[in-house]
């Protein structure tokens, strides 16, 4: 099945990036989650809630552990989560009597959702050297043509002459401002999500500070408060995401812009037409301002969601799981198209 | 590579349908995009554009053609589109002299666009085979339980006593009304695209109606002017398919207010949880309210793509292949969730 | 206060239209909600529901009631809608003994979307007048300068010699759909709201079917079924409303581009600059395309109201208000500055 | 003209916030308008850039002008905006010979966007204060009731008891988070736009940046590089309206629940019913819900406006005003309606 383009064969070589979907594979995910279970029977061992026998029982059998997909598949449609399966399937493998302690203290959302999180570090890691490299590619345009002139266009007809570096410093400046909103928004994004039932990890008695510490600690994230009903940080970084497609948006219209306007800009490269051999489409650019609209269109959904009601909404949380992946993967594409684009970029203005 | 849940091997066991995803693998458009072609090729050698016997090698070709999907993912890359490639591939694969007459006076959209709208037919098929079923079970629940009693709630306060009858009409009707919408819209929709490189079918001359009216027949489409620039029809249907799941949402809400506030309703079934035993989650019901919103979200973009600029939009364009198939899929989904939770009531009123 | 450009005093000049706002002004709402209490007890007394005494008094009453707005103002801040202080003040301008017989067996979502759809009606009939002139507009252009010829633009770049009827004829051909789907989705919308405390009419015991149909005969409503927890005919004409300002974003943006690259339009009039005395600025092809985009995203927040919980969702209902006018009068407006629009057109094509 | 609820004398009474629209009215727009004039003139005087005594005139001018509204209005229809109009009224009310130095050196763009960033000044003051009285709210809740306890609501079915804190936790903590957020984009917000024809300042040759830097300092706001062209400061202010309003949604959300399933909350006041007298409907969290769902719906809008074509788009321009004001008013009216919906909170939890 190849319902999104993102995850389509043939599409995704233009509108997907495969080391940003990458972090969305099952395979990515199941990871992540059995390294939650891994860690989090480590510091429930450490902090003495678990046996140190069924804490290293844990840690074996999933060194080996391998899960029943189409089982999972079953329990997703039954349960509307994996994790009940899951656990089943890891408890089976370590066996008695240490299996109870699989998961324990745990619930369903914590492990899905620090997952995400520690898939989401990664993809923060990959955007923003996307991000980087963009900043210095148009950096470089400026450099090479920036003191050239060209006509400024304004409401869609021609202004005064302005210089290159008037125009590409209206790319540009918004990807750097981008970079900074991206440091300051991470840490709160980048939070171990770990509550239990109902958020109040009443299974750990007054160790539960101690276990969420510790458990933060060893996936390398930042300890805090259960967030499970609180979805302004994953709301925070899908406008976030957002805001640099919309910016790669604009860039993408300029140049399909200049591109039909004609002597302004000169690009290499660009699409082929079944019809008309003799054309250049402009295609990378187009594809910036379809990433763009497709994110500003998302991000509502990802607002929606905020209305997460009392201690864990299936629907608003199901809502998320449909946007949130695909806007990164937008966005990593969109950055990717960019970087391309501005390569193809063989003169501007005159 | 899983992005999208509805792509997702495990996710898609609760959020997906593989009947409507099936529609829009990659084989499944290859094949309709090769029918096109086939049926082209026939329309053009019957009307006299191309010759017999280029028409009989393109079948001929087309009956064994296995496409090389690398190069056409490199092609989606370059281009934009798949079509150049692909035609390459098919003329290289017809071979000399009649390779040229592969896709002769067509461009990609006439392609793409046909093998949606073929892939749509039947799509509507299934979707509506869905809808059907919804109807018969609600109603064969009103004939078990119709006459019982609950207490309405306006506002989300209790307000007098209404039949069950009362309430499931409320979700029966609506759907019965997208039937009929249904069937107004289809004739619309399912019609050929054919315009070559700007819609004017130049290369045809004189015999352009012809060869469309017998391409529309061969196809089992509707004949009609070129619509390359003219997205209505998709943009009506995108709001028909969130119709569709806003109304399942409603339902999938009310029968999750319902559970939530005890008595009303009895469900079999239900999804377990991994840290509580004891419950019996609402799944269904909340996946199509997660379904709902999201379909509504997408629409704003099916909408915006309704601003497809001049002859094609390559911006625009885009943004429907990566809304639609996704908004078609959620419906899907939501209609084979909602028959399966009316089956899960067991009883309902007092 | 003026929030909304289509309320306010200036902008409203270019994106409002008085004559679709008048119908969402306050004394409309509520001489059509005045018009609901009439027409109700009119049909009550016929039927026998309430003595003729009273509905004489009611008559008479109403004949020279007015309002005291300030209390509805804090009406509608206590009890979120306007209904229960309105029909206060009506029985205490009816008197004893009749005014307890005012609004009898309704309820406030009766007569607000009742009110509602009786201004809808007058607002069909104005925007399918500016529809038509649309048409007749678009059709005088193609008979003066259809068989002249510009390059097609596709993907933003110069494809092949077209005659300007190609893609006036895109203009053109989607409004004349959309007068049709009016036609075909008018009767479904203009439907009497009539069902009481919860639906069921349950004050007007066998009567209830007389009276409903008494009522819209009166109003000049289809007689239906009560349909206050079923949103799908306003999410559909939404849609419409969509559809229509989506297709004249795509002239707007069409002409905008014309006027960009030069020779292919030449518009009289055009907006000044304060900085640029030279421009003619393509304002109103400019507000076709913000006003297309606005209803997309509108249309987003309609669909996500079907969603309407139980028997009456304040919720969702109110996010309907807070949206359906706002999506008729852009509607307006895009139709008034389209036929503008094409007035401004003094030749296209060569 | 009342289209919007939040300029609807009546249904403002709900939906609105009298202080944040004020700053929406023409009155004050003109007002800040006029202001920038006022300080354009003094800090080009200052700077040698028009002649002292134009400066004088200017500001002696400007102390009692007057505009002609009607004119203004006719202006916005004819040019798109409204500044060329009311910059040649400004300079017949200076008269000769100064009034050619008026706006010198200035576009509508400079002086429209700033008297927006001088009005989300005031603004942010005043939803930062209503932010605050939020939390101190919620903390005295937390104060009074926090130890009690109640039912947990996962995937709205009973989980296990938690204390009210823990409930009352997820409505305070994420509204400190957007006090923290606020406090960090206010910086990039509120900062001068001043750019002149195509953002070159060209006419003010090597004084430009001392221009802009006086005219900054007495507006009281951030001295920056033009920024016409670059919105991601308004989407990124836009995404924190959402994140508030999507806040509180889950708060309203929440109440609604509780008041539905009974016992674990009670509410003073509460809205009537027009049919059921002992009806007390929890309207203003209703209403929370109503409102995080528009700017849902909205945001996706203002993310739309990103792709903002060349030096300056009308089309992404005009979309902003359709939709900023509104996310600003309907921030403002659910802080307000929250902390009322706080104080009604009699008790909660047992």
């Given at each position: 099945?190849?319902?999104?383009?993102?995850?389509?064969?043939?599409?995704?070589?233009?509108?997907?990036?495969?080391?940003?979907?990458?972090?969305?594979?099952?395979?990515?995910?199941?990871?992540?989650?059995?390294?939650?279970?891994?860690?989090?029977?480590?510091?429930?061992?450490?902090?003495?809630?678990?046996?140190?026998?069924?804490?290293a029982a844990i840690l074996k059998a999933l060194a080996t552990f391998r899960p029943d997909t189409a089982k999972l598949r079953a329990g997703v449609g039954r349960d509307g989560v994996v994790v009940p399966e899951l656990v089943r399937q890891v408890r089976v493998a370590v066996g008695e009597p240490h299996g109870e302690f699989v998961h324990f203290g745990a619930t369903s959302q914590d492990i899905i959702d620090t997952s995400l999180v520690l898939r989401l570090r990664q993809v923060i890691d990959h955007i923003g050297l996307l991000l980087g490299e963009n900043v210095v590619r148009l950096t470089g345009?400026?450099?090479?043509?920036?003191?050239?002139?060209?006509?400024?266009?304004?409401?869609?007809?021609?202004?005064i002459p302005i210089t290159v570096t008037n125009r590409t410093a209206s790319w540009r400046a918004p990807l750097e401002r981008h970079q900074q909103r991206l440091a300051e928004i991470s840490g709160g994004l980048?939070?171990?999500?770990?509550?239990?039932?109902?958020?109040?990890?009443?299974?750990?008695?007054?160790?539960?500070?101690?276990?969420?510490?510790?458990?933060?600690?060893?996936?390398?994230?930042?300890?805090?408060?259960?967030?499970h009903s609180q979805r302004d940080a994953l709301a925070e970084f899908a406008s976030w995401l957002s805001l640099v497609t919309g910016s790669l948006g604009k860039f993408g219209q300029d140049v399909a812009l200049m591109a039909l306007t004609g002597s302004d800009i000169k690009l290499s490269g660009g699409g082929g037409s079944s019809a008309m051999p003799h054309k250049q489409n402009p295609v990378?650019?187009?594809?910036?301002?379809?990433?763009?609209?497709?994110?500003?269109?998302?991000?509502?959904?990802?607002?929606?969601?905020?209305?997460?009601?009392?201690?864990?909404?299936?629907?608003?949380?199901?809502?998320?799981?449909?946007?949130?992946?695909?806007?990164?993967?937008?966005?990593?594409?969109?950055?990717?198209?960019?970087?391309?684009?501005?390569?193809?970029?063989?003169?501007?203005?005159?």
């Open positions: 099945m190849t319902v999104s383009p993102f995850d389509h064969p043939l599409l995704s070589g233009l509108l997907g990036d495969e080391e940003a979907a990458r972090h969305f594979s099952v395979e990515a995910d199941i990871e992540a989650m059995l390294g939650f279970e891994r860690a989090l029977a480590e510091a429930e061992a450490e902090c003495g809630i678990i046996p140190c026998d069924a804490g345009l400026e450099l090479e043509f920036g003191e050239r002139q060209f006509m400024a266009m304004t409401r869609m007809q021609p202004a980048l939070a171990l999500q770990f509550g239990g039932a109902a958020g109040t990890l009443e299974k750990l008695g007054d160790k539960a500070a101690a276990v969420r510490a510790a458990l933060a600690a060893k996936l390398g994230l930042a300890d805090a408060p259960q967030w990378k650019a187009e594809a910036l301002v379809a990433l763009a609209r497709f994110n500003a269109v998302q991000l509502s959904g990802m607002h929606q969601a905020l209305v997460h009601e009392q201690e864990r909404s299936g629907a608003a949380w199901m809502l998320e799981w449909l946007i949130l992946p695909q806007m990164v993967v937008a966005t990593a594409a969109a950055l990717r198209l960019a970087a391309e684009l501005t390569a193809q970029i063989e003169s501007v203005g005159h």
